[in-house]
Nanobody
């Protein structure tokens, strides 16, 4: 059973930066697609960024491209989301998720219902 736990959320002023972490367990030697998603109050969940755990191939949504960077450290079983130039519109609950198999990060980001495992989220609030 794969488990993912997010951390690193908080309150940041607009223009600031923040790094989210996702602790991942039980991946073994299989390929997974890992992703960051977010959900703002009153809005639907949306993709932020996805990546294959071993092979890479990062995908970013248009709203964060150039400002956010996804990365992972397999030795530490950690995935990160470095966020720069934060905007009030980035305020949301951020979720880490995992999906089994060597699938397209872009495809799974665009259809998050395909993700198999979800964390409980970490709250990011950007003040203007």
């Amino acid at each position: 059973q794969v488990q993912v736990v997010e951390s690193g959320g908080g309150l940041v002023q607009a223009g600031g930066s923040l790094r989210l972490s996702c602790t991942v367990s039980m991946l073994g030697f299989d390929e997974y697609v890992m992703g960051w998603f977010r959900q703002a109050p009153g809005k639907e969940r949306e993709a932020v960024s996805c990546i294959q755990w071993m092979a890479g191939f990062p995908y970013y949504s248009d709203s964060v491209k150039g400002r956010f960077t996804i990365s992972r450290d397999a030795a530490k079983n950690m995935m990160y989301l470095q966020m720069y130039d934060l905007e009030p519109e980035d305020t949301a609950m951020y979720y880490c998720a995992a999906a089994r198999g060597a699938r397209s990060p872009e495809a799974l980001c665009k259809n998050y219902h395909g993700m198999d495992y979800w964390g409980k989220g970490t709250l990011v609030v950007i003040s203007s």
